[in-house]
T-cell receptor
Framework: LAKTTQPISMDSYEGQEVNITCSHNNIATNDYITWYQQFPSQGPRFIIQ???TKVTNEVASLFIPADRKSSTLSLPRVSLSDTAVYYC????????????FGAGTILRVKS | DSGVTQTPKHLITATGQRVTLRCSPRSGDLSVYWYQQSLDQGLQFLIQYYNGEERAKGNILERFSAQQFPDLHSELNLSSLELGDSALYFCASSATGDYMDEQYFGPGTRLTVT
């Protein structure tokens, strides 16, 4: 499984766009990139998944450059309720493997 | 609400005891995953079942065991409990056995071993 590196923490203000970058230099050809969000004392929640270029859903966008060695989760116009830990995970679709959650990025949104 | 239910919500027990945590997956999901989250270890994958069969194993201690029943609910059994087993235990489910499929996490069971 590819190792990922994310900032330990980030601070932002309500209404701003937040970009969290994850480095995965040894990503394999068949690996996908997935982001989960976790609030205190709750289970993680799937945010978005992508393979290359850009993916957008109702809550976030995921930007993946051509070399795929990094990815950026973009949260538009954050609110206080977006304060959470964000995890970047990389892995190949399939069976018999596992999600490896690192320390994640603690995002604090202030008013 | 993810649709995954876990019982009990809280559990307080003594060292050396045995407990059973229960998980009901989302309707239609065939895979169940168990995770342990402690302050010092973060979120750790324990084990996965798919349609009643063990599919993947992580950092699960020999004192721990799990199973998935024909109705697809799952139980995680923790025995000879130690203080270090105090943690949040999450169950997640997904539609297929592919671990990269979106996993839906339950609210967790907080285990305190005294």
């Amino acid at each position: 499984l590819a190792k990922t590196t994310q900032p330990i923490s980030m601070d932002s203000y309500e209404g701003q766009e937040v970009n969290i970058t994850c480095s995965h230099n040894n990503i394999a050809t068949n690996d996908y990139i997935t982001w989960y969000q976790q609030f205190p004392s709750q289970g993680p929640r799937f945010i978005i998944q992508g393979y290359k270029t850009k993916v957008t859903n109702e809550v976030a966008s995921l930007f993946i450059p051509a070399d795929r060695k990094s990815s950026t989760l973009s949260l538009p116009r954050v609110s206080l309720s977006d304060t959470a830990v964000y995890y970047c995970l990389v892995g190949e679709m399939g069976y018999g493997n596992k999600l490896v959650f690192g320390a994640g990025t603690i995002l604090r949104v202030k008013s | 609400d993810s649709g995954v239910t876990q019982t009990p919500k809280h559990l307080i027990t003594a060292t050396g005891q045995r407990v059973t945590l229960r998980c009901s997956p989302r309707s239609g999901d065939l895979s169940v995953y168990w995770y342990q989250q402690s302050l010092d270890q973060g979120l750790q994958f324990l084990i996965q079942y798919y349609n009643g069969e063990e599919r993947a194993k992580g950092n699960i201690l020999e004192r721990f065991s799990a199973q998935q029943f024909p109705d697809l609910h799952s139980e995680l059994n923790l025995s000879s409990l130690e203080l270090g087993d105090s943690a949040l235990y999450f169950c997640a489910s997904s539609a297929t056995g592919d671990y990269m499929d979106e996993q839906y996490f339950g609210p967790g069971t907080r285990l305190t071993v005294t």
